[in-house]
């Protein structure tokens, strides 16, 4: 099994909603990453978690909350989002302490902020 | 700090024909070279790394050969086709980034029938 599965596919939200995107992998990785994707632009670095521990958060604003439950699951909890936020969310995993730069994505969720 | 060039796209080309992406980089030491791409409504997918100087990595037809002499990482193919239509980043890891990735802007490529 070499997928990054995320959760949903698709989300819209209003400026007051809280919602959560969801990442999975099941190949034993044990660093997993948020990245922020706008429209023609290279993906962003907002998350690292290492064994399960926030190692990297890149000035990420706080309506922003990642959490790490194991070592297989990444959410992401938005709350108070603002529209410049609308964007692809992209979930990776990697194996390892060590970042060789070899990253498996999921698909994304594509989020609109209303 | 590190970073990574890459020429503007969009490339068009026609099906067979041959294919040049520019990756130029600045980096200390020795970084870790990668070509990323992906496809229309996906996720990025690696498609090459190299880890070091005159390392070729290749996949699926593609080729870029790690050029510490010019700081380049060039993607080639000999003959695209429809299906190789997709946007390209060029991609290192080193020590200046905590061997994080650093992106170049991506390259979208079109292959015309």
């Known amino acids: 099994d070499t997928e990054v599965t995320q959760t949903p596919k698709h989300l819209v939200m209003g400026m007051t909603n809280k919602k959560s995107l969801k990442c999975e992998q099941h190949m034993g990785h044990r660093a997993m990453y948020w990245y922020k994707q706008k429209a023609k632009k290279p993906p962003e670095l907002m998350f690292v978690y290492s064994y399960e521990k926030l190692s990297i958060n890149e000035s990420v604003p706080s309506r922003f909350s990642p959490e790490c439950p194991n070592s297989s699951l990444l959410n992401l909890h938005l709350h108070a989002l603002q529209p410049e936020d609308s964007a692809l969310y992209l979930c990776?995993?990697?194996?390892?302490?060590?970042?060789?730069?070899?990253?498996?994505f999921g698909e994304g969720s594509r989020l609109t902020v209303l | 700090g590190d970073s990574v060039t890459q020429m503007e796209g969009p490339v068009t080309l026609s099906e067979e024909a041959f294919l040049t992406i520019n990756c130029t980089y600045t980096a200390t030491g020795y970084p870790s070279l990668f070509w990323y791409v992906q496809y229309p409504g996906e996720g990025l997918q690696l498609l090459l790394k190299?880890?070091?100087a005159d390392d070729k990595g290749s996949n699926k037809g593609f080729e870029a050969t790690y050029r510490k002499e010019t700081t380049s990482f060039h993607l080639e193919k000999g003959s695209v086709q429809v299906s190789d239509s997709a946007v390209y980043f060029c991609a290192l890891s080193g020590i200046d980034s905590n061997y994080q990735l650093i992106w170049g802007a991506g390259t979208k490529l079109i292959i015309k029938p």
């Open positions: 990776a995993s990697s194996q390892g302490r060590v970042n060789t730069g070899e990253l498996f």
């Open positions: 190299a880890t070091k």
